[in-house]
């Protein structure tokens, strides 16, 4: 081929790498740009996370100042407990030594206490012996007439009583006449 060729896809070739060159440059400036922001977000992104573990740290140490509160307080409410324990101790000690002379001054009164009984024994018998409220003796007048044969209807008019409870005495009456 001719020579001519040559030198101008030579010359073609040579522009289009010096028209590429800048773009190369650029690129290169891209990237460091890049790389510059990578690391002032890098460190934008531990400088947080250096104030979130100080926060953290922080309220630790404030659970731990509480929990050690708790616990004290506790320590003197256990303390308090024990003390309370050993105050009933002592009181149980001593009513036990007064329950056994109440015991022994018991026996030595035991033949006062079977007299008393033989008492109580009687007046429990007068009081069982006193008559027994019955139906019949609350509601005389209902009774009398009723065995003197009126009707309910004439029972309850002259009782001032609704005929439905003037039944409901004289069923109660029966029930408690038959056991």
């Known amino acids: 081929m001719d020579s001519w060729i040559y030198i101008v896809l030579l010359g ?11 773009k190369r440059r650029e690129q290169k400036v891209n990237n460091d740009q890049v790389v510059k922001e990578m690391e002032s977000t890098l460190e934008q992104y531990i400088g947080e996370v250096q104030l979130e573990n100080e926060q953290l740290l922080d309220l630790v140490g404030q659970m ?18 024990r003390q309370r324990l050993l ?7 001593t009513t036990e030594v007064r329950l056994g002379i109440v015991e022994t001054s018991i026996t030595s009164g035991s033949k006062e206490l079977s007299v008393n009984k033989d008492t109580e024994s009687a007046e429990s018998e007068k009081v069982l012996q006193a008559p027994i409220n019955t139906i ?8 009398e007439m009723y065995e003197a044969g009126k009707s309910m209807d004439m029972i309850a008019k002259s009782t001032g009583m609704q005929r439905g409870e003037v039944q409901l005495i004289i069923q109660l009456a029966k029930q408690e006449e038959s056991p």
């Open 136 to 143: 019949k003796r609350r509601y005389t007048a209902l009774f």
């Open 12 to 22: 073609i070739g040579a522009i289009l790498y010096g028209l590429m060159l800048p």
């Open 87 to 93: 105050t009933v101790e002592q009181l149980l000690s």
């Open 64 to 81: 731990k100042q509480e929990q050690n509160a708790k616990q004290a307080a506790q320590q003197v409410q256990l303390d308090e407990m």
